[in-house]
């Protein structure tokens, strides 16, 4: 049978349709923008994320200038349209608009509140913008870090400084930061609406909690101003559902570590899991993130490596999280799996196919595919590894499609 004319016509027009989209018979086209710092030449490396096979490919423009020195950490205000970098050097946060094929525009630069700043994130409205800073403005008399809260315009994305309500200072003004413990590590938000921060000191090990306000994107100190640890040398905080996970690289250096998890009580409470402390994989070595995919179903924890010369040690340890919060070793000859040298930061895409990697010693990106029915990763099919530019530190992939 032979299409008529029209059909021709027709045929034509969709496959025209579908070469503008960027899709292939193979596949959906773009499924996202993934931004990666590199420290060594303060610059930002953009891909775009293929459907089908999960590759990378270099977006127009890339790499952009960060917009300071040492980038170190970056957020993505939901819907996608606006991009924070956080250069510790210089120090400032950068923000950049994001251009319909991931493009990157500087825009502004403005600073946090207190000094060294080390991590950056959003709410879950993409309203709020929080800085953690691990010395407080305060520093010489508390010895505490701080976090400075942003409200940013839903049009612009412009920052806006936000004061401490509960707190003033000596001349009765309200400060302009919230206090932490010391020497922070990182925070994580969690949609219960509670920002966690990991303190880690000589004398102890603690997770301080505030409660975030929806709409003013406040930060409330609870009762338990302080949660103690058990751990001996904490690593990394990160949200699970109703679950706070953190990992502990142990007292050995180079060692596999540990997980452990605490279930979210009222007013950003945490009690641990009982008998939920579970070992990293023995040939796994120094935990430094975790990632819970989107489904809630699996835990990963990636492993940074000693500081041999091969890194064979530089890998993803898999867990299933079992009813009860407490996390069981997945079952796979594979696991852990390996990825590029001296990882830093990983991520999971927006339609839950791939799961990436920045890797700092080798300056590379690694790419995996996640399995939603058995948590497994495996290679990408047309390869897993890409050139970052520069020594990569961290990694965020955009959620928003449509630009």
Known sequence: MTLSRIGRLSMALVVSVAMGLGMTSCGG???????????????????????????????????????????????????GRYLYVLNAGTP?????????DGTLTF????????????????????????????KSPDYATTGNGSITAFSLDPNTGRASLITNAAVKDANGAQLTYFEVGANPLQFRYASTGCLYTLDVNSTSQSIFPYVVSSSTGQLTQPTNSAIALSTSNATSVNIGGSYVYVTDAGSTVGGPGSIVPYTQGTSCSLSP???????????????????????????????????????????????????????????????????????????????????????????????????????????????????????????????????
């Open 29 to 79: 086209g773009t499924i996202g923008y993934m931004w990666v710092l590199g420290t060594q030449y303060n610059n930002i490396a953009g891909f775009k994320i293929d459907d089908y096979t999960g590759n990378l490919t270099t977006s127009v423009g890339s790499p952009y200038a960060s917009g300071g020195t040492n980038p170190v950490m970056l957020a993505l205000k939901s819907g």
């Open 107 to 134: 825009q502004q630069s403005f600073t946090s509140q207190g000094t060294d700043p080390v991590w950056i994130a959003t709410d879950s409205t993409g309203n709020f913008l929080y800085v953690l800073d691990s």
């Open 273 to 403: 899991v009982t008998g939920g402390t579970i070992a990293n994989l023995s040939t796994a070595s120094n935990p430094i993130q975790t990632l819970t995919d989107a489904k809630n179903k699996y835990v990963y924890v990636l492993n940074h490596s000693t500081s041999n010369t091969n890194y064979s040690d530089s890998t993803i340890s898999a867990f299933t999280i079992q009813t009860t919060g407490q996390l069981q070793q997945l079952g796979d000859t594979l696991n852990p799996y390996s990825v590029g040298a001296g990882p830093v930061c990983f991520a999971e895409d927006p339609t839950d196919q791939y799961i990436y990697t920045s890797n700092q010693y080798d300056g590379t990106v690694t790419g995996k595919i996640l399995s939603n029915i058995t948590g497994q990763l495996s290679p990408l099919t047309r390869g897993s590894k890409f050139t970052a530019v520069g020594l990569p530190s961290c990694l965020v992939i955009s959620s928003y499609t449509g630009y």
């Open 92 to 100: 400032n946060i950068a923000q950049f608009s994001v251009g319909g």
